[in-house]
Nanobody, 112 residues
Framework: QVQLVESGGGLVQPGGSLRLSCAAS????????MGWYRQAPGKEREFLAS???????NYAGSVRGRFSISRDYAKNTVSLQMNSLKPEDTAVYYC??????WGKGTLVTVSS
């Protein structure tokens, strides 16, 4: 069993930055990718970024160049550095381990 706990969400002004973290516990395999998704009110959950076992990263077009994902394999954590935030980035952000494990999410609100 795997548990994921996100942290770092909050209220930020447009143009600001936030760093989200996700702590994974349980049986964690480094070869299983981890990623970040988000779900805005009234919208479907969307993929943002992922990091593979070799350190390769993949980003959605909407966040490429603004968001950066990183993984600490020793600490079983994955982070998402978010810069140049926009009001449309407001959503609940979820950490994922593979395709079957999800955290409960952390709310990010971008507003002045």
């Amino acid at each position: 069993q795997v548990q994921l706990v996100e942290s770092g969400g909050g209220l930020v002004q447009p143009g600001g930055s936030l760093r989200l973290s996700c702590a994974a516990s349980g049986t964690i395999f480094n070869f299983i990718p981890m990623g970040w998704y988000r779900q805005a009110p009234g919208k479907e959950r969307e993929f943002l970024a992922s990091v593979s076992s070799g350190g390769g990263t993949n980003y959605a077009g909407s966040v490429r160049g603004r968001f950066s994902i990183s993984r600490d394999y020793a600490k079983n954590t994955v982070s998402l550095q978010m810069n140049s935030l926009k009001p449309e980035d407001t959503a609940v952000y979820y950490c994922a381990y593979g395709r079957n494990y999800w955290g409960k999410g952390t709310l990010v609100t971008v507003s002045s």
